[in-house]
C-alpha cells in the first residue's frame, strides 16, 4: 500500500512537472545554466588543483657543466648535492643520454640527426636534474650552486616561470571560481525554490481539496518533491551535455588559439580531467540538483499545508 | 453523534463568529442550517470537519474530543465525513472517474477497488455516462453530483453540505436535494448549510437557525424562518 501510494504520487508530480510546459521549460533553462556555470568552475577548479600538484612535482632546475668537468666530478658534486636538506632528489644526464633524448624528439627527429653528424656526438653539455623538496626553494637552491661550482658550470636553468604562471591562473581560477560557483548556487536554489512555489501557488485550491478528501500531508506534499527531482534529474542531464559540448568542442579553440604556453598547457589539463570524469561530475550534477529539488519542495509547501 | 459544547469561536480581529453554541445532532438525521451570511453556518460546519478550532468548548465526534486529534491524525478523521461545496471544488485537470477515484487513491485502495467502486457511485448520483468528461464539460448541477459523488465514496458517516445548491437552477437544486434525502434514507447523517428557505421548507425535517452566531431556533419539523 505504501509502495503504491508512492508510485501514485510519483506519476503526480511527472504529471505536474510535463503539465506546466513553459514554466518547467523555462525554468529547466535558467537551472541548466546554473548548473553549468557551477559545473564549468567545479571542473577548472578541481583540474587546476590536479594540476598544480602535477607541476609541483615535474617543476626542477637543470644545471648544465662545462665540457671539460669530468664524470667522476660531476658524480662527485651530486651526491654533495643529495646530502643538502633542501634537495629531494639529483639526476645524472650524461652527454649522450641529452643526445639520445634530443633524438627522440619525434617531431624535429631529420633536422636534428643531420646536425649531429655534423658536429659530433658530444655536442651537448652533461648535467643534474634536481628537484627540491618544495618548490620556493629552487631560487635558494641555484644561488647555492652557483656559489659552490661557480667554475664548472656552464649554466643553470629553471622551469620555473613557467611552473610561476600556471600556479597564478590557478590560483586566480580556483578563486573565481569557488566566489562564482557559491553565487550561481545559490541563484539555482532560489529558482528552483521559487519554481515550486509557483506551481504550489497554482495549486493551492487543488491542496484544500485533497485535504478535505483525506489526503495525508506527505501524501500533498510527495508529488512537489518527485517534481523536484525531476528538476534536478532533467537539469543535470541538460548541463552535463551542455558541459560536455563546451570541453569537446570549445576548448580545443581555447587550446589551439592560447598564445602563452601555460594557458595551453591548462585547457588541456582541464580538457583531459573532464573526460575522465564525465561520469563523476554528471553524478554529482545529478545529485545536487535532485537534493535542491527535494529541499525546495519540502520548505515551499509548508505554508500551504497548515502545518 | 456530533456534539457542540459551550463551543465559542473568535475570530482575529475580536470577530465572535459563534457564541455560546450547544448542539446536539444524533445519527441518522438530516438538519438544515439556516441563516443569514456571516450568521456562522460554515464556521459551524468547518469545526465538525477540523478545518477550524473553537476558541472555546469543546466539539465531539462519536464521543471523541476533537481536540484531542492529533494533526497528522487528521486526514484519517476527514474520511469519516464528505464535503460538498457552493463551488463544487473539483480538479479541474482530471476527469469525472478521477476526481472521484482522486478520494480513494489517497487512502491508498488499490487500483481494482477504484476502478469497482467509482463507477458505482457515479451511477448512483446519474453520471455514469460521463465519467471521461472534465469538470468544465458538465453542467453546474451535474459537477455538484459529481462532489456527492466523491464525498460519499469513503461511505461517510456524516455528508456536510456547505451552501451546495448556491449556483443550481431550480430544477438541478431539487435534484441534489432529493439525492441528499435518498441517502440520509440509508442512515447517512446529513448537515446542510443553506438560505434557500423554499427547500428547506420542502424537506421537513429538522431546522437550526443561527443568527449573529447564536442558535436562535432549532425545530424537529421546522420552516425556514430566521
Known amino acids: 500500500m505504501k509502495l503504491l501510494k508512492l508510485w501514485r504520487t510519483f506519476k503526480e508530480g511527472f504529471k505536474n512537472f510535463y503539465r506546466n510546459g513553459w514554466l518547467s521549460v523555462a525554468t529547466a533553462v535558467i537551472l541548466t545554466l546554473s548548473l553549468y556555470i557551477v559545473g564549468i568552475f567545479a571542473i577548472v577548479g578541481v583540474a587546476s588543483n590536479v594540476l598544480l600538484k602535477n607541476i609541483q612535482g615535474v617543476a626542477n632546475i637543470s644545471v648544465y657543466f662545462n665540457p671539460e668537468v669530468s664524470e667522476a666530478k660531476i658524480m662527485e658534486i651530486k651526491s654533495n648535492l643529495e646530502s643538502f636538506r633542501e634537495i629531494n632528489s639529483a639526476e645524472y644526464v650524461s652527454k649522450e643520454q641529452a643526445m639520445q633524448e634530443l633524438l627522440s624528439m619525434e617531431d624535429i627527429q631529420d633536422a636534428i640527426s643531420r646536425a649531429v653528424e655534423e658536429v659530433g656526438n658530444d655536442a651537448l653539455p652533461a648535467s643534474l636534474i634536481i628537484t627540491a623538496k618544495q618548490s620556493d626553494q629552487y631560487e635558494i637552491i641555484s644561488q647555492a650552486i652557483r656559489g659552490s661550482y661557480g667554475g664548472e658550470i ?44 509557483i506551481t504550489m501557488y497554482s495549486h493551492r485550491q487543488e491542496f484544500e481539496i485533497m485535504r478535505l478528501v483525506g489526503a495525508s500531508n506527505l501524501y500533498v506534499r510527495m508529488p512537489f518533491v518527485f517534481e523536484g527531482i525531476f528538476y534536478g534529474l532533467f537539469t543535470a542531464i541538460t548541463a552535463t551535455l551542455f558541459l560536455f559540448a563546451t570541453v569537446k568542442f570549445v576548448f580545443p579553440v581555447l587550446i589551439r588559439e592560447s598564445a602563452s604556453q601555460s594557458a595551453k598547457v591548462f585547457f588541456e589539463q582541464v580538457n583531459s580531467f573532464y573526460f575522465q570524469y564525465v561520469w563523476l561530475v554528471f553524478g554529482i550534477l545529478l545529485l545536487f540538483g535532485m537534493i535542491m529539488g527535494v529541499i525546495s519542495g519540502f520548505i515551499a509547501i509548508r505554508r500551504y499545508l497548515k502545518v | 453523534m456530533i456534539k457542540f459544547e459551550n463551543v465559542t469561536k473568535i475570530f482575529p480581529g475580536d470577530f465572535i463568529a459563534l457564541e455560546d453554541i450547544d448542539l446536539f445532532i444524533d445519527k441518522g438525521e438530516f438538519i438544515s442550517i439556516v441563516g443569514q451570511s456571516g450568521a456562522g453556518k460554515s464556521t459551524l460546519l468547518k469545526l465538525i470537519y477540523a478545518e477550524e478550532q473553537p476558541t472555546t468548548g469543546k466539539v465531539y465526534f462519536e464521543e471523541r474530543p476533537l481536540d484531542g486529534i492529533k494533526r497528522r491524525h487528521l486526514p484519517y478523521y476527514r474520511r469519516n465525513i464528505g464535503t460538498v461545496f457552493q463551488d463544487f471544488k473539483l480538479l479541474p485537470q482530471r476527469t469525472i472517474f478521477e476526481n472521484v477515484a482522486y478520494a480513494l487513491e489517497v487512502a491508498g485502495e488499490t487500483n481494482a477497488e477504484i476502478s469497482e467502486k467509482v463507477p458505482k457511485i457515479l451511477d448512483i448520483v446519474g453520471l455514469g455516462d460521463k465519467m471521461e468528461k472534465f469538470p468544465k464539460q458538465l453542467s453546474g448541477g451535474e459537477q455538484q453530483r459529481v462532489s456527492l459523488a466523491r464525498a460519499l465514496i469513503h461511505r461517510p458517516k456524516v455528508i456536510i453540505a456547505d451552501e451546495p445548491t448556491g449556483n443550481l437552477d431550480p430544477i438541478s437544486t431539487w435534484e441534489l436535494i432529493k439525492l441528499l434525502l435518498k441517502i440520509n434514507d440509508f442512515g447517512t447523517t446529513i448537515l446542510l448549510a443553506t438560505h434557500n428557505k423554499n427547500i428547506v421548507d420542502r424537506i421537513g425535517k429538522r431546522v437550526v437557525a443561527l443568527d449573529k452566531g447564536k442558535v436562535i431556533r432549532d425545530h424537529k419539523k421546522g420552516k425556514y424562518v430566521i
Open chain 1, 154 to 197: 656552464e649554466k643553470i636553468e629553471d622551469n620555473k616561470k613557467i611552473i610561476d604562471e600556471i600556479n597564478g591562473i590557478t590560483k586566480l581560477s580556483e578563486r573565481a571560481g569557488l566566489i562564482l560557483g557559491i553565487i550561481f548556487l545559490l541563484i539555482a536554489v532560489l529558482i528552483t525554490f521559487n519554481t515550486i512555489r
